[in-house]
């Protein structure tokens, strides 16, 4: 392992007094003659997002305008024209792993028939395999405590390894796909194994993929010391990598790819952008909060089954007197859906059987208890009225700590889904697009007169 290089006292000693001397260089602008033209965040001033696109990808819906106003509705998610609970009532009647059957539906914008299905198998599973040395290169030699640094760095290495990296062609840009696709779980199951070994001192071990396993039976092959697992779990797993595979073209990451993608630049730079994208907090990492609050909640609660203890509980954490400070209940509120998520529900309803096998039903009711209780504590605390709503993160983490999934992978199975989407959106953008995506900022800076070095202070 590489020895990491640090600054000399001298550098940190004056960075640190520039950071503290010019803090008010980057101070909070604040100018509210331009509120009615600045949409921060690229935002409305109803929080609704500023249109600057089309697409036939995915669309959420979880609000109607009604006279002008926002009007709350339950939540519905289409992939390529189709609701998705529609789409898992398909797969799961007839008893197929439904992934790799929306993924081609996203990147190619029909349903496959059952031997183009089985094809596009083959073909992900011939794509498993990484280039000569990749492994041991880039992935154990380079290892890091943070498996979406790794997914990052490795997306952008295979750039190294592709015979026709730059090519934007439809045919092209669908074989990286179809590698990116099949190769996400590889690797983060590979950098999670290395990151156990040099950062928490566990044995080193890796597994190759099975032929014939579906996407979510490899990674839990992969990723489990003795590979077992069984049928109930890949199922749940493959059910959270469907409800995970696409959300519209607005989320923070796919509009990072769709960003860097209208600039004409390579593949995987832009689905390395999207990959820093959902590395953030405020975006991929909204499950481990939930369950990092949720573990809080669970310390705190004497009776899970108590209302009014649970309420009490909830308070103080919407008065910032609990949890982190930010006055938030984890898992509750989305940006577009009001009345309900429709990821959450399918999850939680999934997820019950699984609960009783592994002793989690105790744990899933209080959940429930937290959603059931939340809107109307969040009234009567911040005494405004909001819909709110458990979204899809309320459940997905309890759903992977059933399955003994760590917290470190929980941000890494959200790329290993939304790889699918991501790609999807990039092609879209390439082949229909356009134009490069150019947003402006309003500039408030005083003009300025040049001073020579002599007369600086």
Same mark, same amino acid.
């Given at each position: 392992?590489?020895?990491?290089?640090?600054?000399s006292?001298?550098?940190?000693?004056?960075?640190?007094?520039l950071? &503290?001397?010019?803090?008010?260089v980057?101070a909070?602008?604040?100018?509210?003659r &331009? %509120?009615?033209?600045?949409?921060?965040?690229l935002?409305n001033s109803?929080?609704?997002?500023v249109?600057?696109?089309?697409?036939?990808?995915?669309?959420?819906?979880g609000?109607?305008?009604?006279?002008?106003?926002? #009007? #709350?509705?339950?939540?519905?998610l @289409?992939?390529?024209g189709y609701?998705v609970?529609?789409?898992?009532?398909?797969?799961?009647?007839?008893?197929?792993f439904g992934?790799?059957e929306?993924?081609?539906?996203?990147?190619?914008?029909?349903?496959?028939?059952?031997?183009?299905?089985e094809e596009f198998?083959?073909?992900?599973?011939?794509?498993m395999?990484l280039?000569?040395n990749f492994?041991e =290169?880039m992935?154990i030699? *380079?290892?890091?405590? =943070?498996?979406?640094?790794?997914?990052?760095?490795?997306?952008?290495?295979?750039?190294?390894? =592709?015979?026709?990296?730059?090519?934007?062609a439809?045919e092209?840009?669908l074989?990286?796909?179809?590698?990116l696709?099949?190769?996400?779980?590889?690797?983060? #199951?590979n950098a999670y194994?290395?990151k156990?070994?040099y950062?928490?001192?566990?044995?080193?071990y890796? *597994?190759?993929?099975?032929?014939g396993?579906?996407?979510a039976?490899n990674?839990l092959?992969?990723?489990?010391?003795d590979?077992?697992f069984?049928?109930?779990e890949?199922?749940?797993?493959?059910?959270c990598l469907?409800?995970?595979?696409?959300?519209?073209?607005?989320?923070n990451?796919?509009?990072?790819?769709?960003v860097?993608?209208?600039s004409? @630049?390579?593949?995987?730079?832009?689905?390395g952008?999207?990959?820093?994208?959902?590395?953030?907090?405020?975006?991929?990492?909204? %499950?481990?909060a939930?369950?990092?609050?949720?573990e809080?909640?669970?310390? %705190?609660v004497k009776d899970?089954?108590?209302?009014?203890?649970?309420? %009490?509980?909830?308070?103080?954490?919407?008065?910032?007197e609990?949890?982190?400070?930010?006055?938030l209940?984890?898992?509750?509120?989305? +940006?577009?859906?009001?009345k309900?998520?429709?990821r959450?529900i399918?999850?939680?309803?999934?997820a019950?059987?699984?609960a009783?096998?592994?002793?989690?039903?105790?744990?899933?009711h209080?959940m429930? #208890?937290? &959603?059931?209780?939340s809107?109307?504590?969040?009234?009567?605390?911040t005494?405004?009225?909001k819909?709110?709503?458990?979204?899809?993160?309320m459940?997905?983490?309890?759903?992977?700590?059933?399955l003994?999934?760590p917290q470190?992978?929980? @941000?890494?199975i959200?790329?290993?889904?939304?790889?699918?989407g991501w790609c999807a959106h990039?092609?879209?953008?390439?082949?229909?697009?356009g134009r490069i995506?150019r947003? +402006?900022?309003?500039?408030?800076?005083?003009?300025q007169?040049?001073?020579?070095?002599?007369e600086r202070e």
């Amino acid at each position: 392992m590489q020895e990491t290089t640090h600054a000399s006292a001298n550098a940190t000693n004056f960075i640190h007094k520039l950071s &503290e001397d010019y803090s008010s260089v980057y101070a909070l602008i604040q100018d509210p003659r &331009e %509120n009615d033209r600045v949409k921060r965040g690229l935002r409305n001033s109803d929080g609704s997002g500023v249109m600057v696109g089309y697409t036939q990808i995915g669309n959420v819906t979880g609000y109607a305008i009604i006279d002008g106003e926002k #009007a #709350a509705m339950d939540g519905r998610l @289409t992939y390529r024209g189709y609701d998705v609970t529609q789409l898992i009532s398909g797969f799961t009647r007839d008893g197929r792993f439904g992934f790799e059957e929306i993924a081609y539906l996203l990147l190619l914008g029909k349903l496959p028939t059952a031997s183009e299905l089985e094809e596009f198998r083959e073909t992900l599973y011939e794509f498993m395999e990484l280039p000569s040395n990749f492994t041991e =290169d880039m992935i154990i030699k *380079h290892p890091s405590h =943070d498996v979406m640094n790794k997914l990052s760095r490795s997306v952008l290495a295979l750039y190294s390894s =592709d015979p026709d990296p730059d090519s934007i062609a439809l045919e092209n840009m669908l074989r990286q796909s179809f590698e990116l696709i099949a190769r996400f779980p590889i690797i983060v #199951a590979n950098a999670y194994s290395v990151k156990r070994h040099y950062f928490d001192h566990e044995s080193l071990y890796l *597994h190759r993929p099975v032929h014939g396993y579906s996407l979510a039976e490899n990674f839990l092959h992969l990723l489990r010391e003795d590979s077992k697992f069984t049928e109930e779990e890949a199922r749940l797993l493959d059910m959270c990598l469907v409800l995970h595979a696409e959300h519209g073209g607005g989320n923070n990451s796919t509009f990072s790819c769709r960003v860097l993608s209208s600039s004409g @630049t390579d593949t995987y730079s832009a689905i390395g952008a999207a990959i820093g994208s959902l590395k953030g907090p405020k975006h991929g990492g909204a %499950n481990a909060a939930v369950m990092r609050q949720f573990e809080e909640i669970k310390a %705190n609660v004497k009776d899970w089954t108590d209302d009014e203890e649970i309420a %009490n509980y909830l308070r103080r954490i919407l008065r910032r007197e609990a949890g982190d400070g930010t006055g938030l209940i984890y898992g509750m509120g989305h +940006a577009i859906y009001t009345k309900s998520d429709p990821r959450a529900i399918v999850l939680k309803n999934s997820a019950r059987s699984l609960a009783k096998t592994t002793g989690f039903l105790d744990e899933l009711h209080l959940m429930e #208890a937290i &959603e059931r209780l939340s809107p109307n504590l969040f009234t009567e605390v911040t005494g405004k009225y909001k819909p709110l709503c458990a979204n899809v993160d309320m459940y997905s983490g309890l759903v992977y700590q059933m399955l003994g999934i760590p917290q470190e992978l929980y @941000t890494p199975i959200f790329a290993i889904a939304r790889i699918t989407g991501w790609c999807a959106h990039r092609i879209e953008e390439v082949m229909t697009g356009g134009r490069i995506i150019r947003p +402006a900022y309003r500039a408030i800076m005083p003009t300025q007169r040049y001073l020579d070095l002599a007369e600086r202070e």
